[in-house]
């Protein structure tokens, strides 16, 4: 690779997507941007994060105006801003994922919005659909760069993400997914001028959890949780049930499995509150201490509710003791690495509404937020989870760019474009091309 750079990646606590995407761009931390996942609480309820729910200013909006920015399927940054250039959210919902409004046409006619997040469940993402999602979003971002004069890209795929989460049991299916991505973005780069810095990275790693340990059935078992069971959802922990039971045989159908799994997951915690995704989602149901159910990496958020009895350092002192106690009897280790307070991680403008505890879990482990049967604390389920190392690639980059330091983080990117940009002459919106 010529003029190539290779690091680590070091992720945002928690190290999911919606924090870790919204931190490359901003340059800032959760606490600062405000972002600690796709939703979180507020109150009482469970509400969506999107582009107006980052407090802090991404770097599209911060360099040249004179110079066009093309920004496609950059998470949470629904609905999209006017912008000098193009912006493309990853939902097409409404009339506000795409800017200009002119764009609407052709995206149509690449069938874009067909392979939008909010239009297919994770049952539909087999292989075949997620390599037409990387072919079809790579002639986007093709016609998008040929058509505007830019000096800034930022185009993301996801695909890799959901091959990970559904397949880390088939190194074969990984394989053809990732191939198809190498390939598109292959023909993306090759099409842009020869000098062309490009800055590859993946927001977060994976790696495959062999054990499911269920947060707040723990904590229900150590009397941290309290809450109250709605009657529709008895079908649905029956589903759970069998679901679970189906996963632990051979490795196809723990793939197919594992998907309806999730969705059932979803659907059994949005009625209890632990692990909603939408703003109808009632929080009086908990009393205590809850584990927010969307994470699925290193790290897992756990709030108080606003009608826990105990203060926060009474409370603070028991969680730590059950924290000490805890053991899965079959491993003979306690899955929980280290518990932060917020204190120890957040100290931004936005830290008060950051998780009022963070677990760190042993990486052969994954976290599950979904209440069900709180006897049940483990299962021998193996996942997809995300791990807090993922990787930068700069083509045609110098060293420089990086002043030294070889561990970077999410919030390092912003500051190295910007010296990339400092480096190179502005272009103007009239100008014939665009050698950034």
Same mark, same amino acid.
């Given at each position: =690779?010529?003029?190539?750079? /290779? ?8 190290? =999911? ?8 761009? %901003? ?29 802090? %200013? ?10 066009? @920015? ?17 912006? $493309?959210?990853?939902?097409? &919902? ?7 409004? &002119? ?22 993402? #087999? ?11 790579? *002639? ?32 074969? +299916? ?28 993946? &927001?977060?790693?994976? $790696? ?18 309290? !809450?109250?069971?709605? =009657? ?5 922990? %029956? ?24 969705? /059932?997951?979803?659907?059994?915690? !949005? ?5 909603? $995704? ?46 000490? +106690? ?6 003979? +280790? ?6 932060? *307070?917020? @204190? ?25 937020? /979904? ?21 930068? $690639? ?15 983080? %999410? ?16 272009? *103007?919106? #009239? ?6």
């Amino acid at each position: =690779m010529r003029m190539g750079i /290779v690091r680590i990646l070091r992720s945002t606590i928690p190290d =999911m997507t919606a924090p870790s995407w919204t931190s490359i761009f %901003t340059g800032a931390d959760p606490s600062t941007h405000g972002v600690y996942g796709f939703s979180q609480p507020s109150g009482h309820k469970i509400v969506r994060t999107g582009r107006t729910s980052c407090k802090a %200013t991404p770097i599209w909006d911060a360099i040249n105006p004179l110079c066009q @920015k093309v920004v496609v399927n950059v998470p949470n940054m629904h609905p999209v801003e006017p912008l000098n250039g193009c912006m $493309i959210s990853w939902i097409s &919902d409404g009339s506000d994922w795409v800017f200009p409004r &002119d764009l609407l046409d052709d995206l149509h006619r690449f069938g874009y919005d067909r392979y939008a997040e909010s239009h297919h469940s994770p049952l539909k993402r #087999d292989v075949q659909w997620l390599c037409e999602s990387i072919d079809t979003k790579s *002639k986007v971002a093709a016609h998008v760069l040929e058509k505007y004069q830019w000096c800034l890209a930022a185009i993301v795929f996801s695909e890799t993400d959901w091959a990970q989460h559904l397949f880390h049991y088939s190194k074969q +299916k990984l394989l053809t997914v990732y191939s198809a991505l190498d390939a598109a973005l292959g023909r993306i780069v090759s099409t842009l001028g020869s000098r062309t810095p490009v800055i590859i990275i993946s &927001d977060h790693g994976y $790696i495959e959890s062999k054990k499911n340990f269920f947060i707040n059935h723990w904590l229900i078992n150590a009397g941290l949780l309290h !809450h109250r069971a709605s =009657m529709r959802n008895r079908v649905l922990r %029956t589903l759970m049930e069998i679901f679970e039971r189906c996963a632990e045989r051979s490795g196809e159908i723990r793939g197919t499995v594992g998907a309806v799994w999730r969705v /059932v997951e979803k659907r059994v915690g !949005h009625r209890e509150g632990s692990d909603a $995704i939408g703003p109808s989602s009632d929080l009086d149901r908990l009393e205590g201490l809850y584990c927010y159910g969307e994470d699925i990496g290193r790290y897992y958020r756990l709030y108080l509710t606003e009608n826990s009895k105990m203060n926060y350092e009474s409370f603070s002192q028991r969680l730590e003791d059950e924290v000490g +106690k805890l053991r899965d009897i079959k491993e003979n +280790k306690n899955p929980i690495v280290k518990l932060f *307070k917020k @204190k120890d991680i957040y100290s931004g403008v936005h830290s008060l509404d950051a998780p009022d505890y963070v677990l760190e879990l042993d990486p052969t482990y994954c976290g599950r937020a /979904v209440i069900f049967d709180p006897s049940r604390v483990f299962n021998t389920i193996s996942s997809g989870t995300h791990r807090p190392e993922g990787v930068f $690639i700069g083509y045609n980059l110098d060293t420089s760019v990086l002043e030294g330091s070889d561990d970077l983080s %999410t919030t390092d990117i912003v500051p190295i474009v910007l010296r990339i940009l400092q480096s190179r002459p502005v272009v *103007k919106a #009239d100008s014939k091309r665009a050698d950034v």
